[in-house]
């Protein structure tokens, strides 16, 4: 399948089980259960983050209630379930929990003005009391093994998905083999440093990292003129030369990013989705390859961004994915 191509149906083989799909991002929580009848009960809210540690866990088991209620499937029945989840994680007593940036606001304190002062958030214990078969990966390392299993990293045994959404996640494939790391956090690149800004915060604690200077949620406080990232994009496309140095700026920033990974792992395609990319995509892909083609070419040559082929939907994929290796 090329960059291009239709995304197959989310659906199981007949006779089947349902399994349910939990894709958990800084900005909400989307969950859908699969069967032989395709997908059913889809629902999204607005990602847990106020309340006990719990809360983000308990929100998901009711949403997978709520689904399942609406799929008219009875909970009991469901064989698996797969959670794709922004990062990082840790382990206690070696089940996942969430330590991400953008709903633990215990990181990087008041500044960033998350409701909360978690540190870290339960997820994977509360789910384990409830499935028998749960999977848990970071949702860059799941939406990597869904763009090669139906995607645009089909074939491809050096690759890389990149998400440029609320935050910024990565999956890497080197030599055929997805890479986790000791607690499952391989991907992390939106948290190494590309300059020297020292004035934004991103909510791991950081101050001028990738996902601090570049993710959709950075941008407004960076650039308080506009209310969100779309904003600045639907300017700079529609002529607004102040907007249009804001995005050169940001695409200075990823694009270098995304040359670090080609040159560190000899990549041969990157794909690349999440919100702000997606819905900008033409505009944006050119001056990111531009950052990276010519440049080094004994190790950038050949490598080429490609837009998810998964398209919007690589987060359902990326946890259907999980669920069927629960």
């Not at 007949?14 to 900005?27: E, F, K, N, S, Y």
């Not at 059913?40 to 998901?60: C, I, M």
């Not at 990157?270 to 997606?278: A, K, P, Q, T």
Request: aromatic share 4%; hydrophobic share 45%.
């Amino acid at each position: 399948m090329n960059a291009q191509a239709t995304p197959p149906e989310l659906r199981l083989p007949d006779g089947a089980a349902p399994v349910a799909c939990v894709d958990i991002g800084g900005t909400k929580v989307a969950v859908n259960l699969v069967d032989a009848r395709g997908s059913h009960g889809r629902r999204v809210e607005p990602t847990a983050k106020q309340g006990a540690p719990d809360a983000l866990a308990r929100q998901v088991l009711r949403m997978i209630g709520a689904s399942a209620q609406a799929a008219r499937i009875d909970v009991r029945d469901i064989a698996a379930v797969g959670v794709a989840s922004c990062g990082p994680f840790v382990l206690n007593a070696g089940l996942v929990e969430l330590a991400s940036p953008n709903i633990c606001g215990g990181l990087a304190g008041s500044g960033r003005g998350l409701p909360n002062d978690w540190t870290s958030a339960l997820l994977e214990a509360p789910l384990r009391q409830a499935f028998a078969r749960v999977r848990v990966e970071n949702d860059g390392i799941a939406a990597l093994q869904a763009e090669r299993r139906w995607g645009a990293l089909q074939g491809m045994e050096h690759c890389a998905y990149v998400t440029w959404s609320t935050g910024v996640g990565v999956g890497l494939c080197v030599d055929g083999r997805v890479l986790r790391g000791k607690n499952g956090n391989a991907g992390h690149a939106g948290h190494m440093f590309v300059s020297d800004n020292f004035d934004a915060l991103c909510g791991c604690g950081n101050i001028g990292d990738v996902e601090a200077l570049v993710a959709g949620n950075a941008l407004p406080r960076r650039f308080s003129a506009w209310p969100d990232a779309a904003s600045i994009l639907i300017a700079a496309r529609a002529g607004d030369i102040s907007a249009e140095a804001i995005i050169d700026e940001i695409c200075r920033v990823m694009g270098r990013a995304l040359y670090n990974l080609v040159v560190t792992l000899d990549l041969q395609r990157i794909s690349l989705g999440g919100s702000v990319f997606w819905h900008h995509r033409d505009y944006l892909l050119p001056r990111l390859q531009a950052h990276i083609t010519g440049k080094l070419p004994a190790l950038t040559g050949g490598c080429a961004l490609v837009p998810a082929g998964l398209g919007d939907g690589v987060g359902d994929y990326a946890a259907l994915a999980l669920a069927l290796v629960a």
